[in-house]
């Protein structure tokens, strides 16, 4: 089945490892910022649901909690991109940080997350894009399976560090890409 390509994005590119602690956010805001500061048209999606670390590395604060449960929608009869994305130098941006207030937790089923983070990435008011920069969560499971199978990756970047279990873990996902 063919993957999907998102309207006026000319490259998706996956930052990806297959542990947590090892710099993929860093490494994907650093790079996004790096290609716009060279004219690139750069977004930058935080595909990790279960801890969104975008929005704090680029200096945005996220809204108090609040009491009324998060609803939203993983079917939608309307296709049509309905999301603006949050300008922050010059990158457009988008976390699920951004409808969660900085308490809470989302707990779903993985495919459910799968679907849910798939269909906000395509949710998304993108606009012409040369790249957009996929900052995957930690490991090999959801949503970085359902992403790989939906939607057009053009290149994957996966971070380590020197240690042994790292270079184990991330030598792992080499075949998962």
């Known amino acids: 089945m063919p993957t999907l390509r998102i ?6 590119l996956a930052v990806a490892s297959g542990k947590g602690g090892v710099g993929k956010t ?30 704090p590395m680029l200096g945005v604060q996220r809204q108090p909690s609040t009491s ?6 993983v079917v939608r009869t309307d296709r049509k991109p309905y999301i603006p994305p949050l300008e922050r130098f010059g990158l457009q941006v988008m976390s699920l940080g951004l409808v969660l207030g900085d308490t809470d937790t989302i707990i779903a089923d993985g495919r459910f997350a799968g679907r849910m983070v798939c269909q906000t990435l395509q949710d998304v008011l993108w606009g012409e894009l040369d790249v957009l920069v996929l900052d995957f969560p930690p490991g090999t499971g959801e949503p970085q399976q359902t992403l790989l199978k ?10 380590t560090t020197p240690q042994d279990l790292s270079l184990m873990d991330t030598s792992r996902s080499v075949g998962f890409v």
């Open 150 to 159: 939906t939607i057009h990756i053009s290149g994957v970047l996966l971070v």
């Open 26 to 55: 860093t490494v994907a805001v650093n790079l996004a910022l790096a290609l716009r500061q060279n004219g690139v048209r750069v977004g930058v999606f935080d595909a990790d649901l279960y801890g969104p670390n975008i929005l």
């Open 68 to 73: 009324k449960p998060l609803n939203i929608p």
């Open 7 to 12: 309207p006026g994005i000319s490259y998706v």
